[in-house]
C-alpha cells in the first residue's frame, strides 16, 4: 500500500475516534518532524516542545486536511515550520537589518571538511547560528521558501532576508572549515 | 561541495530509520495525549453548566408561573375573580348591603339587589365583553327573609349562595329597591334578543361600580368579611417595591490561557496572577412578582495583576552603542496578549565575551479599568421577616479601558550584565474590550427598617467571548465578585 494511502487510513482512523491511529502517524513521522523542530529551535527541549505542540494543533486540524492538495507529510511540516516560527517571532528580538546586496547561494565547503558530514553534523552546525541566520537558512535552503515569502513571514525586508542568508552561509562555511560541529554536542 | 540542493535532500529525503538520536522522547506524545483528551474533558464541564443553566431558568419560569397562577389577582384579574369566583361575587353583593346596613322588619321579596346586577355587569362588561349579559338575572329568585334577617341572593351564572346580614336601615332598602326597580325598568326596556341594546343597557349602570378602585372593593369586602367573622381572603402580600443599591466590594479575576498560548509560554517559564480588584457598584431593584426581582447593575472596577517569564537575548559586543550597552526590543507576554518593551542592557568590564548568551527574567504589572453592566433576575429562596436570600442570574457587557502596563523587573542570569533602562513601548494589542457574560450568584439581604436594608453578594461571572484573541492565542475571563450593599426602597 502507498505510503500516502496508509496516512489517509490512519487519519480516517483518527477522525473516527481511533487514538492508536494517531499515535501510528505520529510515529511514522516523529523523527522527520523533530528534525525540523530541531533545525528551527535552539535546544532539543524546545524542539520537543514545539513539536508537541504542533501535534496538537495536527490533531485538531486533522479534519481539515485535504489528500488531493497534498500529502501528509507535506501539510503537517508546514504546521511543525509554522509553530517554530510562531514561537521564535514571539520570544526573540528582531532580526538584525543588513543590507547587503551581493551574496553567494552556496555554501562552498571544502572536500576535506565534508568528507565525514552527515544530517547529524550538519543540524549541529546549523544549531549553532544565531536565531536570525539559521531560521532564514531553514526556511530559503531546507524548507523551500522564497524571499519574499520569508520576508512576509517574519514580518522582514527581502533584502533582510537575502543578508541573513547570506551571513548564515558565512558562517556555516567558517564553522565547517574549523571542523566547529564537532565540538557542538547538544542533541547527542 | 555542498549546494543548497545537497542540503535539501540531506534533510528532506534521507531515511532516518537508523537515527536513533531523532526519536522523540516518551513524554512528547504522552503530553499530547493528555492534551488532546483534556480537550475533550474540557468540553464536558461547559455542557454540563449549559444543562444546568437551561434547568435552572426552567425552574424558575415554572416556579414563576405556579406563583402567578396560584398569586392573589391583580387588579384586571380581580374582576374576572369576581366572575367566576362565587365568594368574591357573593362578597361584593355583601358590600353594597352592608353599606345600606338596612334592618328589615317586614318580610319583603326585594327582587335581585340593583347593585349586585351592576356588579355582575361591571364583570362581564369587562371581562367577557358583554357576552354574559344575554342572560338576565332571575330576580325573582332573589328574596329577603326578614323573619331571620337573611338575605337570599343567587343569580343564574354562579352556584347559589347565601349570606347572613345584619339589615339596619330601612331608608337603604328603600333606595336598593329604587335602584332595583331602576334596573328592571332599564332591563324591560331591552329585548331577549338584541345584545346590543342589553349591553348599552348594563353598560348606563358601570360607571357607578367603577368609582370604586379595585383595592377599595377588596378593602370593603374584608371589612364586611371581618364584620362577619368569616376569614377574609388573603390580599396579596406582594408590593412591587423598588430599591436603590449601592455596594463596594472586592474581586478575583481568573484569566483562563487556551492550550496553545499555554503551551506556546511554556518554555519560557511563563507565570501570572490573577487579577485583584475592588469595585463600586449601583443597582436599581425592581420586584415584578412574589418572590421574583429584576436587578440592573452598573458596576466600576479596577484590576491588577502580575505577569512574568524569561527572554533569551545574545549580548554582542559588536552592537554596543555606548557606555557598553545593547538595547533590546523585547515581545513579552502577559495573560492578555503581548507587550512590547525596550530593555538596555549594561556589560560590566570584567566581561570581555564577544557575544555572551543572557537570559533576562522580565515582570510586568498590569493594571486596568473596566465598567459593567448586568441585567439580572433575583429569585427569593429563603425569606424570613428581616431576612433573604436569592439566587442571581443574569447577563451582562463589560468594557475595559485605562490598560496600564509597567515593566517593573529585569533580572539577569549574569552578574556581569545589568539593566539600565527598562520601558514599555507597545501595550497589547488584539484586545476585544467589551465582552458579554453570564452570571450566577446568591444574594443575601438583611432589613434593618421597613424601607432600609444591607446585603451581601457572591457572584460568579464568566465571558462568552475571549479577552484575547490572535491566531490560536486566546484567552477567557472568568471571575469571582463578591461585594456589600446598602439598599434603599421606596
Redesign the interface.
Known amino acids: 500500500m502507498p505510503k500516502n494511502s496508509i496516512d489517509i487510513k490512519l487519519i480516517q482512523e483518527t477522525l473516527s475516534g481511533s487514538?492508536a491511529a494517531?499515535?501510528n502517524l505520529?510515529r511514522r513521522y516523529?523523527?522527520?518532524h523533530?528534525?525540523i523542530c530541531?533545525?528551527y529551535m535552539?535546544s532539543r527541549?524546545?524542539a520537543?516542545?514545539m513539536?508537541?505542540?504542533a501535534?496538537?494543533?495536527i490533531?485538531?486540524d486533522l479534519k481539515k486536511f485535504d489528500s488531493s492538495k497534498g500529502t501528509f507529510n507535506t501539510w503537517s511540516s508546514r504546521i511543525i515550520i509554522n509553530t517554530c516560527l510562531?514561537?521564535l517571532?514571539?520570544?526573540?528580538?528582531?532580526f538584525?537589518i543588513v543590507d547587503i546586496l551581493e551574496m553567494n547561494?552556496?555554501?562552498?565547503?571544502s572536500?576535506d571538511a565534508?568528507e565525514n558530514?552527515n544530517?547529524?553534523d550538519?543540524t549541529k552546525v546549523i544549531s549553532t547560528l544565531?536565531d536570525g541566520y539559521r531560521t532564514v537558512f531553514n526556511m530559503y535552503?531546507?524548507d523551500?521558501y522564497s524571499h519574499k515569502e520569508i520576508a512576509d513571514t517574519l514580518d522582514i525586508s527581502v533584502s533582510t532576508s537575502k543578508s541573513q542568508l547570506m551571513r548564515a552561509k558565512q558562517n556555516l562555511k567558517k564553522k565547517?572549515s574549523n571542523n566547529e560541529y564537532a565540538s557542538v554536542g547538544i542533541?547527542? | 561541495m555542498l549546494d543548497n540542493k545537497n542540503i535539501k535532500d540531506l534533510f528532506n529525503n534521507a531515511s532516518l530509520e537508523d537515527q536513533d538520536w531523532l526519536e522523540p522522547s516518551d513524554s512528547v506524545f504522552s503530553g499530547i495525549e493528555e492534551a488532546i483528551y483534556k480537550n475533550e474533558e474540557e468540553k464536558k464541564p461547559l455542557l454540563f453548566w449549559l444543562v444546568g443553566v437551561g434547568l435552572l431558568l426552567c425552574c424558575l419560569c415554572i416556579s414563576t408561573w405556579a406563583l402567578n397562577k396560584n398569586k392573589p389577582p391583580s387588579e384586571s384579574l380581580k374582576i374576572e375573580n369576581q366572575k367566576s369566583h362565587p365568594n368574591i361575587e357573593l362578597n361584593t353583593s355583601n358590600e353594597i348591603t352592608s353599606n345600606a346596613k338596612s334592618d328589615v322588619s317586614d318580610h319583603k321579596e326585594v327582587g335581585n339587589d340593583p347593585n349586585n346586577l351592576n356588579d355582575r355587569s361591571v364583570v362581564e362588561s369587562q371581562n367577557n365583553d358583554l357576552k354574559n349579559a344575554s342572560s338576565p338575572p332571575i330576580i325573582s329568585n332573589n328574596k329577603l327573609n326578614t323573619q331571620s334577617n337573611q338575605l337570599k341572593i343567587s343569580t343564574p351564572t354562579t352556584n347559589k349562595l347565601s349570606t347572613t346580614l345584619d339589615i339596619t336601615s330601612t331608608e337603604k332598602i328603600s333606595s336598593l329597591k329604587k335602584s332595583k326597580n331602576t334596573v328592571i325598568e332599564k332591563k324591560s326596556a331591552t329585548t331577549p334578543n338584541n345584545n346590543s341594546n342589553k349591553s348599552n343597557g348594563l353598560k348606563s349602570t358601570l360607571p357607578t361600580r367603577l368609582s370604586n378602585t379595585p383595592k377599595e372593593l377588596i378593602y370593603k369586602r374584608n371589612t364586611i368579611i371581618n364584620n362577619q367573622k368569616i376569614d377574609p381572603i388573603v390580599e396579596s402580600t406582594f408590593e412591587s417595591i423598588a430599591s436603590l443599591k449601592v455596594g463596594v466590594g472586592t474581586s478575583i479575576w481568573n484569566f483562563h490561557l487556551n492550550d496553545n498560548y499555554t503551551s506556546a509560554l511554556n518554555p519560557a517559564d511563563f507565570s501570572h496572577s490573577n487579577g485583584i480588584g475592588v469595585n463600586l457598584n449601583i443597582a436599581y431593584e425592581k420586584t415584578i412578582a412574589p418572590s421574583i426581582a429584576i436587578i440592573s447593575t452598573v458596576t466600576l472596577e479596577k484590576i491588577k495583576y502580575q505577569s512574568g517569564h524569561n527572554s533569551a537575548v545574545t549580548y554582542d559586543t559588536n552592537s554596543e552603542l555606548i557606555d557598553q550597552e545593547n538595547e533590546f526590543d523585547l515581545t513579552m507576554a502577559s495573560p492578555m496578549g503581548f507587550l512590547e518593551s525596550q530593555v538596555v542592557v549594561q556589560r560590566s568590564i570584567d566581561s570581555t565575551d564577544p557575544q555572551s548568551d543572557l537570559i533576562l527574567d522580565l515582570h510586568n504589572e498590569h493594571e486596568n479599568y473596566n465598567v459593567d453592566f448586568n441585567i439580572a433576575m433575583l429569585r427569593q429562596i429563603i425569606s424570613t421577616k428581616s431576612f433573604s436570600t436569592s439566587l442571581h442570574l443574569g447577563v451582562g457587557i463589560n468594557h475595559l479601558f485605562g490598560i496600564n502596563n509597567k515593566l517593573s523587573e529585569v533580572n539577569i542570569n549574569n552578574a556581569n550584565y545589568s539593566t539600565t533602562l527598562k520601558s514599555i513601548t507597545g501595550n497589547q494589542n488584539n484586545i476585544n474590550p467589551t465582552r458579554p457574560y453570564y452570571n450566577i450568584g446568591l444574594n443575601a439581604q438583611k432589613r434593618i427598617t421597613s424601607n432600609i436594608g444591607v446585603g451581601l453578594n457572591a457572584l460568579y461571572m464568566r465571558d462568552f467571548t475571549s479577552v484575547y484573541s490572535d491566531q490560536d492565542f486566546s484567552t477567557m475571563i472568568s471571575r469571582y465578585m463578591v461585594h456589600a450593599s446598602l439598599k434603599y426602597a421606596f
Do not use: C, N, W
Open positions: 487514538t494517531f499515535e505520529y516523529s523523527k522527520h523533530l528534525l530541531i533545525r535552539k527541549f524546545d520537543e516542545d513539536l508537541q505542540e501535534y496538537i494543533k490533531y485538531k510562531q514561537q517571532r514571539k520570544f526573540r528580538s528582531k538584525d547561494t552556496d555554501i562552498s565547503v572536500p565534508m558530514m544530517l547529524k550538519l544565531s535552503v531546507i523551500g565547517f542533541y547527542a
